[in-house]
Every structure is written in C-alpha cells, then in structure tokens.
C-alpha cells in the first residue's frame, strides 16, 4: 500500500514537470514572437538620401491621390490636355537645306531681285559677302532663311535669276529626337510641379534640402531641352538656302588695240638716250678708277717681255 502511494506521487510530480515544461515553451515561443514583432516594427538602417526622398515624393503623392478620390477628383489629371497636344503636333519634323550656284550678267541686280522676292514670303538674309576678283567679275554670297512651306517656292525664284550651275538639297529627319525631347520635357515639368508641392508641404529640414536639390536639377535638365527644342524648331520652321551669284566671264581681246602717241614715244627715246648716256659714264668712271691696276699689270706684262726677249736674241 505503502508502495502504491509512493508510485502515485512520483507520477504526479512528474505530470506537474511535464505540464512545466510545457508552459515554458509557450512562454518562450511567445518572447520569440515578440521580438521579432519588435524588430519588423524598430527602423531599419537609414535608407541612402535618394531613395528617402522616392518614400517622401511617394507617400505625398498617395496622400495627395487619396484626397484627391475623396473629394471625387480624377487620378491623373492633364492626361487629356497632353493627348490634345500631341494630337495637334505634325507627324514628322523635317530639316531642308539647299545649296545652290548660279551665273548671270549682273550679280548685284540678281541680289536685289532675289531679296525683293523674300521680303515678299517673309524670308530674310542672314550672311552677305560680295567680292570682286582680278578681272572685275563680281560674287556676291548669302545664306537665306525662308519659311519651310516657302522651300519649293524659294527655290523657283532663284532658278529664274540665272543660269543654275549647281543644286544641292538636303533633308534631315528629326521627328523621332523632337518627339522624345519634348515628352521629356512635358514630363520633367509636371515633375517639377510635384516637387514645389510637396516643397510647400514639406515640414522637416532635411526633406527641403533634398527636394530644393532635386527641385535644381529638374529645372536645369527642363533648361537644357528647352533649348534643344527651340532649335529643332526653328531649324524645322526655316530652312536655310546657301546662294552664291557669281557673273558671267566677260569677253576680253586677245591682242590689246594699236595705239599711237607722239609724245609717248619721244619720252621713251628720250629715256632711252639717257640711260644709255648712264650706262657710257658708268664704264667711265669704272675704267678711270681701275687704269692704275691696268697700268701696272701692262708694265710688268711689258718687262717679263722684254727680260724674255734679251735672253734670246
């Protein structure tokens, strides 16, 4: 009996282990789950200034879109503006140049003419250079900036100046370079329209230092391609005609006239006699100068003679 109560005591005390055992599991699967819990909830390592600044611009656009739906607003605002615009843009963009040579009898007359007809289309010249050679032929070079729906037209009118003697024309397509660079820019631009938002609502320091640094590069790229595509258009608005009026060879003698004068030929006889004249005292006075050397060498000349002479005879 004894022996009975002793094996029920042992087997409760060791159901009260088991069971103790089994608590402090729990207990430490549960601190285990806290901790992890904790560590999902304490910040990680500060994020580089970029991406803390993709969180902000984004957590202020979805606060901004969310009030946005509340108060019944559309999404994306401006899409329809954008589709209108491009709608409205030619299909292609085209840069015309042309190069062209003609001869004519009066180069200055022909360059009148050709600027009279541009004033008429509201072209200009932008370069004159005229020049006139040796034998007096006049070229007159310029570079013309017509309207591009006025190219064919231009091109007529310098035909009838003259004779053509070269023609060179030339097109660039730059449609895909214009279409990308101003998406670029429309979109640089509602990008710059975001960050002075958020630049408005922004409260931290660091957030306004970032977007004010953002905010600069924005506006210098949206510079840059701005300028870029004033260009594009103005090159794809005027084409530009390099002319060159050059005149025709004018016809010269091959034997130049006979003529006879009276006086011409008594000057020229007279200046003829006189260096001569020039010429006689000029030997002159160099044989005066030299007949001492003469003399000397005559003498000596004259006694090896005679030295030679009494040795023979």
């Excluded at 062209?100 to 022909?110: G, K, Y």
């Excluded at 729906?149 to 023609?167: I, P």
Aim: charged fraction near 25%; include cysteine; charge should be neutral.
């Amino acid at each position: 009996m004894r022996n009975l109560r002793v094996l029920a005591v042992v087997l409760v005390a060791a159901g009260l282990a088991v069971w103790g055992c089994g608590r402090g599991y729990e207990a430490a699967k549960d601190s285990r789950g806290l901790m992890g819990l904790a560590e999902m909830a304490a910040p990680a390592s500060q994020p580089a200034p970029a991406v803390q600044l993709d969180r902000f611009l984004a957590s202020a656009d979805e606060a901004q879109a969310s009030a946005g739906r509340a108060r019944g607003e559309s999404a994306a605002p401006g899409v329809g503006g954008l589709t209108d615009l491009a709608a409205n843009q030619p299909d292609v963009y085209l840069i015309k140049n042309a190069t062209v040579t003609i001869e004519c009898d009066d180069a200055r007359t022909a360059t009148d003419s050709l600027v009279a007809s541009l004033q008429a289309i509201s072209a200009y010249v932008s370069n004159l250079n005229e020049r006139v050679d040796a034998l007096g032929r006049r070229t007159v070079t310029l570079q013309v900036r017509v309207p591009a729906d006025k190219f064919d037209q231009s091109m007529t009118s310098l035909e009838s100046l003259g004779r053509v003697l070269n023609k060179q024309v030339t097109t660039q397509d730059v449609t895909e370079e214009y279409v990308d660079t101003d998406s670029r820019t429309r979109n640089l631009k509602q990008t710059e329209t975001r960050l002075l938002d958020h630049l408005n609502r922004a409260a931290q320091l660091e957030d306004i230092l970032r977007v004010e640094s953002e905010l600069t590069r924005v506006r210098e790229e949206i510079e840059r391609l701005d300028g870029r595509l004033r260009f594009l258009k103005d090159r794809v608005s005027f084409s530009t005609i390099s002319v060159t009026i050059q005149e025709k060879a004018k016809a010269e003698p091959i034997v130049p006239p006979q003529s006879f004068s009276t006086a011409k030929e008594f000057s020229e006889a007279a200046r003829s006699l006189v260096e001569f004249l020039q010429r006689l005292w000029s030997r002159a006075i160099w044989i005066i100068v030299w007949l001492p050397v003469y003399g000397a060498i005559a003498a000596a000349v004259y006694g090896v003679y005679r030295a030679i002479k009494r040795r023979l005879f």
